[in-house]
């Protein structure tokens, strides 16, 4: 497994059309990736408009932006075994290629601004468990803060923005079934 600078993923993809997404993938980077990343394309309406690897990847009309290549390169030259997956502010979250070769999910996440000498931090087991658990802990601050005595005025928490948090966490509590689900069926053929 030798990993492949952006702009070789890109120029793979595009010699790769007409393929299925997971042949696209191993393809492209030389790992099956697991069964979670489908699920997240299949059912994230988010992945459907993704600027970031393996994501973009696979949409048939894909034409990633000199400034999001740019971006892919930062992280490939930090660590070129990363997969940026997913972006929140100043955090990619990523999978490492090595532990994709072995079957195993783990998450990473490394910050933008201090691509550099860092390591880069193992934050999960697994792509939607790290969300799925950030999308707790943002809704428990949001309860918390709307029942707050201090939650008035400028910058204050609605009770539209708690229930949307929690229809976040109901999302990949939606996405961690499916995947059970896909996995159960997958044990059994």
């Given at each position: 497994?030798?990993?492949?600078?952006?702009?070789?993923?890109?120029?793979?993809?595009?010699?790769?059309?007409?393929?299925?997404?997971?042949?696209?993938?191993?393809?492209?980077?030389?790992?099956?990736?697991?069964?979670?990343?489908?699920?997240?394309?299949?059912?994230d309406?988010?992945k459907?408009?993704?600027?970031?690897?393996?994501?973009?990847?696979?949409?048939?009309?894909?034409?990633?932006?000199?400034?999001?290549?740019?971006?892919?390169?930062?992280?490939?030259?930090?660590d070129?075994?990363?997969?940026?997956?997913?972006?929140?502010?100043?955090?990619?979250?990523?999978?490492?290629?090595?532990?994709?070769?072995?079957?195993?999910?783990?998450?990473?996440?490394?910050?933008?601004?201090?691509?550099?000498?860092?390591?880069?931090?193992?934050?999960?087991?697994?792509?939607?468990?790290?969300?799925?658990?950030?999308?707790?802990?943002?809704?428990?601050?949001?309860?918390?803060?709307?029942?707050?005595?201090?939650?008035?005025?400028?910058?204050?928490?609605?009770?539209?923005?708690?229930?949307?948090?929690?229809?976040?966490?109901?999302?990949?509590?939606?996405?961690?079934?499916?995947?059970?689900?896909?996995?159960?069926?997958?044990?059994?053929?």
């Amino acid at each position: 497994m030798t990993p492949r600078s952006p702009a070789e993923l890109v120029a793979c993809a595009r010699e790769c059309r007409g393929l299925e997404r997971r042949a696209l993938l191993r393809t492209c980077y030389g790992v099956d990736f697991p069964e979670e990343t489908f699920v997240a394309l299949d059912l994230d309406p988010d992945k459907a408009t993704s600027n970031l690897l393996p994501w973009v990847l696979v949409r048939p009309d894909f034409a990633p932006s000199p400034a999001w290549l740019e971006l892919w390169e930062r992280v490939f030259a930090h660590d070129p075994l990363l997969v940026p997956l997913d972006r929140k502010w100043d955090d990619f979250l990523c999978y490492r290629l090595d532990e994709l070769a072995v079957g195993r999910t783990t998450v990473f996440s490394v910050d933008d601004h201090e691509l550099g000498p860092q390591p880069t931090e193992r934050v999960g087991e697994s792509y939607l468990a790290v969300h799925h658990a950030r999308a707790v802990n943002a809704a428990a601050h949001a309860e918390a803060e709307w029942r707050s005595p201090y939650n008035q005025g400028a910058g204050s928490i609605d009770r539209e923005e708690v229930d949307w948090r929690h229809s976040v966490v109901a999302q990949y509590e939606t996405l961690l079934r499916e995947l059970e689900q896909r996995m159960i069926v997958a044990r059994t053929v």
